[in-house]
Every structure is written in structure tokens, then in C-alpha cells.
């Protein structure tokens, strides 16, 4: 995965290629946020599992 969210954390990514993870794109937990458009306004390629995942 290229990313691990924290506890009561907030992330923004916008612009950017997520690419050839072995895992999710972005992986993050519950109770932490991402920004709503974070599927549309980047770029997922190669990744072994979904785009997005939220534990």
C-alpha cells in the first residue's frame, strides 16, 4: 500500500499517480478522513487491490 492513515488524521491528495503498490492504493482507518474527490482527482494505475480502502 502507499498509504497508512493514523487515528483522527486528515489527508488531502489531489495531482497525483498512486501506482504499482502491492496493496491498496490508499488504505486508511475508520475514523480518519480523505478528501471526498480523492478517487476522481487522482491517478491509480498498477495497484494489486482497489484504489481507495477504508479499514
Same mark, same amino acid.
Do not use: E, H, P, W
Given at each position: +500500500? *502507499? %498509504?497508512?492513515?493514523?487515528?483522527?488524521?486528515?489527508? @488531502? !491528495? $489531489? =495531482?497525483?499517480?498512486?501506482? =504499482?503498490?502491492?496493496? &491498496?492504493?490508499? +488504505? &486508511? @482507518?475508520?475514523? /480518519? @478522513?480523505? *478528501?471526498?474527490?480523492?478517487?476522481? !482527482?487522482? @491517478? %491509480?494505475?498498477?495497484n /494489486?487491490?482497489?484504489?481507495? &480502502? $477504508?479499514?
Amino acid at each position: +500500500m *502507499n %498509504f497508512l492513515r493514523g487515528r483522527c488524521a486528515a489527508l @488531502t !491528495v $489531489k =495531482n497525483s499517480r498512486i501506482s =504499482n503498490s502491492g496493496g &491498496y492504493g490508499i +488504505m &486508511y @482507518t475508520s475514523d /480518519a @478522513t480523505l *478528501n471526498a474527490d480523492a478517487n476522481s !482527482v487522482n @491517478t %491509480f494505475t498498477s495497484n /494489486a487491490q482497489a484504489s481507495l &480502502y $477504508k479499514l
